[in-house]
């Protein structure tokens, strides 16, 4: 059994979910301190992605990164790269998809942040940067980690905007989830049905991980 | 010498607290949802009035005028919060160490012995605010507020969130420590028994808005004759 696409599916959703983890928090944070309008405004644009159909996703991209569109174009003429149809494509794909998990469940979290500790901090003395790194984001790992495994998970699912953005070329740009939809396909169901367990029991894994970072805590003025 | 003189407009009224405190403490007393804390704020610099002055003897911590703001980092003004705000994720010493962190490590180490024996936190240093009483929290809030090395003191109800017996017991620690501590202290409470026993002098707040000092027997007094005319 050729295990390309596990290990493609999980380099794809592991560098998707570290680029949504940086994105997601400072989105977050930055989105809680805008003007009222604009927070409206990127609130349903930041959140879009997690209601669309991927395929819609999918074909945005493609608007933008086709050899023939914008900067698709860019990339080919002075770089002669191919946006599309790479293994890394799907990145770009995945990203967008998962992004709107991420930043909800960061801003859950920081949400729930007693503000006074800020306050108490501030009036210590400490920066701004000190209490962000050392008494926020502390106080908010839980979602914040919590956000991450569920991004991860629905990152090795994501098949609608990837088959659409880099296609399915075994070897290369294979994922489990376009796998199983090819092996199906072309009536190889004895490795369609191994590819879809493999898929159950790694999601099934993470969603405990993510119930155990879930479980209610104790402790009161942390989130 | 600590002047306040601000405006600010909330909801239900507009703030307007004028006081004035020296070396002798002095009680904000009033109602809840008066403006105390509120009052509190806008000079730790977590508020911002609208207008205004807010002196610290030549030190300017705020002017609407001059458009002088400085951030809570620079004003030196230690706050005890109501519910203590310790930061959940620290130990006790972490919590201490915080408010002087710019120090060097030395000499932050020897603060931290100081501060641990002062408030008899001995023992508890690597315990989380989660596994500690009410008055011990209160004690590393203390703690940790010395370490910054404060100028002045405000005091948001202090013993609300302690019952009333360990509240009795520790009215002669704080009027202590408010003694040792020697500056400019302001104590905000809606409990004239409490406020007696710590501060001299006080001004009520009513929907915002401060009266002229008083003396606090005086209030007392006045209070406890009509409780008995009742």
New interface residues.
Partial sequence: MDLYPLFNALRIAAISSVIVFFVGIAASYYIAKAPRIIKGILDVLFTLPLVLPPTVVGYLLLLALGPKRAIGRFFLEAFNIHMTMQWWSAIFAVTVVVFPLMYRTARGAFERFDETLADAGRTLGLSNSYIFWHIRLPSCKQGIIAGVVLSFARALGEYGATSMIAGYTPGKTATVSTAVYQLWRTGNDALAVKWVFINIAISAAVLLVVNYLERPQRRRSSC | MLMVDIEKRLDRYTLKARLQCDNSPLALFGASGAGKSMTL?CI???EKPDKGVIQLNDRVLFDSEKKINL?????????L?Q?Y??????TVSGNIK??M??LPKQEREERLRELITRFQLDGMENRR??TLSGGEKQRVALA??F??SPEVLLLDEPFSSLDTLLKYQLIPYIREIIAVFGGETILVSHDIEEVRRLCPALSVITDGATSTIKDTEALYQQIKSQYETL
């Fill in positions: 704020k730790a610099g977590i951030p809570p980092q620079k004003r030196r003004v230690g706050y919060f519910e705000a310790l930061f959940p994720d620290m915080a408010g962190h710019k605010p989660d940790r507020i370490a910054s």
